[in-house]
């Protein structure tokens, strides 16, 4: 998920993510930006519905972290995915309160793609603390009523959606500005 927060490092670096933009029916995904452009609008403005496999790094520079996703794109073949059921995650006097779609079909998929991003030169910015759980942020919000509001909304979404992940995204985020490095398309797997 990308935050606000994580734009620029403590030092005023830039942060790095890898994104998956599953392919879904036109629909679907529609359904789902409408959803988000009313429940996290600044979100859904900055960045298109996606699922992040690396979260806001800066031991590396763009063009690093690039090399590192075609790597391990080079041994991942294309693979279906599901969103399946919604989880909502608040507590009253946190910041960061979220509606999210879990992936259930392609889980083990992503969660290795995940894993394997983190091996090496990122092991050092991987949070053990948190478990990864594969997933679509699609509200967020500091104020956790709102994001319980949306539940109703929610049903609109129509799950399950079936979609394809065939490719691997690698962005900047500074200050506002997300800025496109690299697609890297999947390959045939091992």
């Known amino acids: 998920m990308l935050r606000k927060g994580y734009a620029i490092d403590g030092e005023g670096r830039p942060v790095h993510y890898v994104l998956c933009y599953p392919k879904l029916e036109a629909k679907d995904l ?7 452009r009313a429940h996290e609008p600044s ?3 900055l960045v298109p519905a996606h699922i992040t496999l690396v979260f806001g790094v800066t031991s590396i520079d763009a063009a690093g972290l690039a090399a590192v996703a075609t790597a391990v794109a080079a041994t991942t073949a294309a693979f ?6 919604i989880d909502v995650n608040v507590s009253e006097g946190s910041a960061d309160n979220t509606m999210s779609l879990i992936v259930g079909q ?5 969660i290795a793609l995940h894993e394997a991003l983190y091996a090496g030169v990122l092991a050092k910015e991987r ?7 594969p997933h679509m ?3 967020t919000d500091a104020d956790y009523k709102r994001v319980l509001g ?3 909304d929610a049903r609109a979404i129509a799950l399950p959606i079936a979609g394809r992940v065939d490719a691997l995204e690698v962005v900047t985020l500074t200050g506002d500005t997300l800025r496109h490095i690299a697609t890297i398309t999947l390959g045939r797997g091992l």
């Open 150 to 152: 949306a539940i109703s």
């Open 106 to 110: 392609g889980r083990e998929q992503i």
């Open 80 to 85: 279906d995915v599901s969103l399946d059921k």
């Open 137 to 139: 942020t699609i509200a």
């Open 127 to 133: 949070r053990h603390d948190i478990v990864f759980t």
């Open 43 to 45: 979100r859904a403005k």
């Open 30 to 36: 529609a359904r789902i930006e409408a959803f988000r």
